[in-house]
C-alpha cells in the first residue's frame, strides 16, 4: 500500500479564513481525491484532482469554496476558503492507482480534522 | 440512484462473530470494498471483492456478495476488542460511493 501524509493533521481555525490541506504520496499515483466526512456521518467525494488541469467538482462542491491543485503525480492540496463552522468535518485524500495494483484498490490519509469556530 | 444503506450500530461478545450488513443500489458496480475506521484515524482497506464473485475469504474476513439482492455482507470471526471501530462498505462504478458506516462494539 501507499504512505499517504496529510498536513496539518487538526486544526481550529477562525471563520472565514482560508486552511489548505496537503496530501503527499510517497510513490506515484494515477489518481487522487478529496473527500469529507462531517461529524458522525460517512464519507462524501469533494472532487477529483486531475494532474495538470482543473479538479472535477461532485455535485454540491463549487470551486471557489473548494480550489484543489495536483502538480504532480505525488502531491495534492485542498483549499477550504472563506470557512463557517458548518466547514467543521474531517477531510481526507484517497489515491487509486498505485503501481502494480492498478485502480482496484483505493487508500486513505489518516485525514485533517478540522474545527471552524 | 446511488444509495449505500447499512445497520448504525452493532454489538457482540468477544470471541463471537460478527456480521455487518450493506445493501447498495448501483448494479453496475465493478468492486465493493469494506473500509475500517478507528477513532481519530483515516480509512483502513480491508478486503474488497470483485462484481462476478460471490464470496471472498481473508484470515478472519470473509464477504459475501448476493448481487441479485444487491447485498453484501463482511463476517468477522472470533471477534476482539480491537475490532471495535466502524465499517464502510463502498461500491465502485466510476468513483467511490459509502455506505452509512456500522459501529461496531465489541465488549468482553
Known amino acids: 500500500s501507499a504512505v499517504i501524509s496529510q498536513k496539518p493533521s487538526r486544526d481550529i481555525c477562525q471563520r472565514g479564513t482560508s486552511l489548505t490541506i496537503q496530501c503527499q504520496v510517497d510513490?506515484?499515483?494515477?489518481?487522487m481525491f478529496w473527500y469529507r466526512q462531517q461529524p458522525g456521518q460517512s464519507l462524501t467525494l469533494i472532487a477529483t484532482?486531475?494532474?495538470?488541469?482543473?479538479?472535477?467538482?461532485e455535485s454540491g462542491f463549487v470551486i471557489d469554496k473548494f480550489p484543489i491543485s495536483r502538480p504532480n503525480l505525488t502531491f495534492s492540496t485542498l483549499t477550504v476558503s472563506n470557512m463557517s463552522p458548518e466547514d467543521s468535518s474531517i477531510y481526507l485524500c484517497?489515491?487509486?492507482?498505485?503501481?502494480?495494483?492498478?485502480?482496484?484498490?483505493?487508500?486513505f490519509g489518516q485525514g485533517t480534522r478540522l474545527t471552524v469556530v | 440512484g446511488e444509495d449505500v444503506e447499512q445497520s448504525l450500530f452493532l454489538s457482540v461478545r468477544e470471541g463471537d462473530s460478527s456480521v455487518i450488513n450493506c445493501t447498495y443500489t448501483d448494479s453496475s458496480s465493478t468492486y465493493l470494498y469494506w473500509y475500517k475506521q478507528e477513532p481519530g484515524a483515516g480509512l483502513q482497506l480491508l478486503t474488497y471483492?470483485?462484481?462476478?464473485?460471490d464470496m471472498k475469504q481473508d484470515q478472519r474476513l470473509t464477504v459475501l456478495l448476493n448481487k441479485k439482492d444487491k447485498h453484501l455482507s463482511l463476517r468477522i470471526a472470533d471477534t476482539q476488542t480491537g475490532d471495535s471501530a466502524i465499517y464502510f462498505c463502498?461500491?465502485?462504478?466510476?468513483?467511490?460511493?459509502f455506505g452509512t458506516g456500522t459501529r461496531l462494539q465489541v465488549f468482553p
Open positions: 471483492i470483485f462484481s462476478n464473485m
Open positions: 510513490s506515484q499515483v494515477t489518481m
Open positions: 484517497s489515491v487509486r492507482g498505485l503501481g502494480s495494483l492498478g485502480n482496484t484498490e483505493a487508500f
Open positions: 463502498a461500491e465502485n462504478t466510476d468513483k467511490l460511493i
Open positions: 484532482a486531475n494532474q495538470g488541469s482543473e479538479a472535477t467538482y
